[in-house]
């Protein structure tokens, strides 16, 4: 019913930032948490942080101080705010959207996704 968007994704240096975007369409649920998820080739998909309805964030450890979620209802858009990139970091950075009352940042609790952008990190 909803189908998300990701953009931003590219190439930077080490230390530098990045904003990604997830634009949603279709929304019709009060209660959802948009989460940011990456996969690195060779390497399963994990968390790296979610927005619930109620505005409430959660962070992988791996990024916390360094990657911030925020959200802007009026554009139904999701950012994802990286800095301090490190090559660790490259992966395919995919948005996905839960329809609940409350989430943990578990890839398999999310069933609708974006086809993903890349962030690439070179040293």
């Keep these: 019913q909803v189908q998300l968007v990701e953009s931003g994704g590219g190439s930077v240096q080490a230390g530098g930032s990045l904003r990604l975007s997830c634009a949603a369409f279709g929304y019709s649920y009060s209660r959802y948490c948009m989460g940011w998820f990456r996969q690195a080739p060779g390497k399963e998909r994990e968390g790296v942080t979610f927005?619930?309805?109620?505005?409430?964030?959660?962070?992988?450890?791996?990024?916390k101080g360094r990657f911030t979620i925020s959200r802007d209802s009026?554009?139904?858009?999701?950012?994802?705010?990286m800095s301090s990139l490190k090559p660790e970091d490259t992966a395919m950075y995919y948005c996905a959207v839960r329809y609940a009352s409350w989430c943990y940042l578990n890839p398999r609790d999310f069933p609708t996704w974006g086809q993903g952008t890349q962030v690439t990190v070179s040293s």
């Design 51 to 63: 927005i619930d309805s109620d505005g409430s964030v959660t962070y992988a450890d791996s990024v």
């Design 74 to 81: 009026a554009k139904n858009t999701v950012y994802l705010q």
